[in-house]
């Protein structure tokens, strides 16, 4: 499943992530985001080779600072987030 843009300006770019059921996706770099979970899930984050375990329900919003990770969905459904990146 492909990430989208969904807006973009000088100041921020604002993506669409979906997951696959058990997808794994490839590692990615991120400036400073809000992430908007937009249904319930649970996924792996590694971050320098240290895997975190996160749930997330519907509607949960979470900054994170800028990183090198990669995004593993654990569940059985889709998993989508609203990434909200600052430049």
Do not use: C
């Amino acid at each position: 499943m492909a990430t989208t843009v969904e807006f973009e300006n000088d100041r921020v770019r604002v993506l669409r992530v979906p997951h696959a059921a058990h997808e794994k996706h490839p590692q990615a770099a991120r400036h400073d985001r809000l992430i908007i979970y937009l249904n319930e899930g649970t996924v792996v984050r590694t971050v320098a080779g240290k895997p975190e375990t996160l749930k997330h329900h519907a509607g949960d919003v979470v900054w994170r600072d800028h990183s090198q990770h990669q995004i593993e969905n654990l569940t059985g459904d889709r998993h989508e987030v609203i990434i909200v990146e600052f430049k």
